[in-house]
Nanobody
Framework: VQLQASGGGLVQAGGSLRLSCAASGRSFSIYVMGWFRQPPGKEREFVSGISGSGGSTAYADSVKGRFTVSRDNAKNTVYLQMNSLKPEDTATYYC?????????????????WGQGTLVTVSS
């Protein structure tokens, strides 16, 4: 499966952005989808994930209550709605896919990765 992330940009603190990740190929619903981010000079970290059916989600503590993950299997797309953005949310955001039934927070558990989209939050 090929993944294409989009929706990044420059936003002021307190603002919102919605990231999208479009997947090619069939059987999108069998994949668990994850969102990760990599701040400048730091390691890639888990942000959020959603099961194939959309019935199970997970979030990093740093984004709980501010970010919402969702998916539309008919459109082969997963979304990350980001509200109340903070400067520390500045990073390149990646979507990823893994076969399986549950969300995993480890980067090495995901088989497919998108190219990343940059989110910059100004103070």
């Amino acid at each position: 499966v090929q993944l294409q992330a989009s929706g990044g940009g420059l936003v002021q603190a307190g603002g919102s952005l919605r990231l999208s990740c479009a997947a090619s190929g069939r059987s999108f619903s069998i994949y668990v989808m994850g969102w990760f981010r990599q701040p400048p000079g730091k390691e890639r970290e888990f942000v959020s994930g959603i099961s194939g059916s959309g019935g199970s989600t997970a979030y990093a503590d740093s984004v709980k209550g501010r970010f919402t993950v969702s998916r539309d299997n008919a459109k082969n797309t997963v979304y990350l709605q980001m509200n109340s953005l903070k400067p520390e949310d500045t990073a390149t955001y990646y979507c990823a896919a893994r076969s399986g039934s549950y969300v995993n927070t480890r980067t090495d558990q995901y088989n497919y990765w998108g190219q990343g989209t940059l989110v910059t939050v100004s103070s």
